[in-house]
């Protein structure tokens, strides 16, 4: 619609797409209402008729089997706001801390950690994905409340991974965002769940999934309701074997080309070595990822999963320190509009 359509010429436009037999999905934009008309119908005539009528600015159709999440759909790029920060604006936003809630000790010495780096959002997992049903599975709602211990005590805001639709309202009472493993990215049920939390989502993309259905993955949520949802390139599978995952780093530009959505780089579980974190997070920086997810430990060797790719908190500093210049250019070139590649 245009800048600053009336709601009569809103309403007229829904009632004329319904005549044709669509589905009305509207979105309300910050300076725009876009209305999505979705199903199988006389798309012609459609397009045509709602050319003619005012209020509209165009009437376009969107190929993609995707359409929410596209471009098409939507130029400008979702911001999502969580407590006092925004992800997909001005600010490159570090999420950081263990891979799992161990203890009080060690989730609130993360915390204080990852703060004092820099950090805007505390990670860490109280239901775990485990390729091993006898590997620690997570302190489920226990884990939850010391993060939000965690929170309340530092101010920083909470990520912490979901792993079924059932668990969907438990989470959400105590997760900021809502965290869907790569091993979930294609639960539908989880998916539909989402559509329905009033919750930011961060979807991490499969262990063996295309682009394309990442996108697909996140019409779902969007499709049932939740505008809100960041996507993570996390690495994928490969022949290679010396890191555990093969970051497709240019799947960061790929999205941010296809999609509104904001997209963050895990550079942990992408190489499964602490070692390479820090040079994955300044590449990350470089072809214009809107953040990182990271895995810090106050004591990796103890960790109980995922030790080997967690920074030490010393460690993470000094990587948010080194990372400091190469944020202020991408914050530059967001703040020029203009893209960060060349
Ligand atoms: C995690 O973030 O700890 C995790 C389990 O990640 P992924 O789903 O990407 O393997
Ligand atoms: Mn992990």
Partial sequence: MRLHASKEEIDAVCDRIAHFGYKIHTIQGEERVVIAAVGVGDVTSCLESLEAMPGVEKAVRISAPYKFVSKEFRNSPTKIRIRDLEIGGDDFVVM??????????QIMDSAHAVRAGGARVLRGGAFKPRTSPYDFQGMEEAGLKLLA????????????EVMSDSDVPLVAEYADILQIGARNMQNFALLKALGRARRPVLLKRGLSSTIKELLMSAEYVVAHGNPDIMLCERGIRTFETATRNTCDIVAVAVLKEMTHLP????PSHATGKRSLVPALSRAAVAIGADGLLVEVHPCPEKAISD??????????????????PYVSLWKQARLASEPVTV
């Fill in 263 to 266: 997209v963050i780089l895990d």
């Fill in 96 to 105: 950081a801390g263990p891979c799992s809630v161990e203890s009080e000790e």
């Fill in 307 to 324: 030790g080997a790719q967690s920074l030490e908190s010393t460690q993470f500093q000094a990587m948010m320190r080194d990372l400091a």
């Fill in 149 to 160: 211990k965690a929170r309340d005590t530092t101010g920083l805001a909470i990520i912490t």
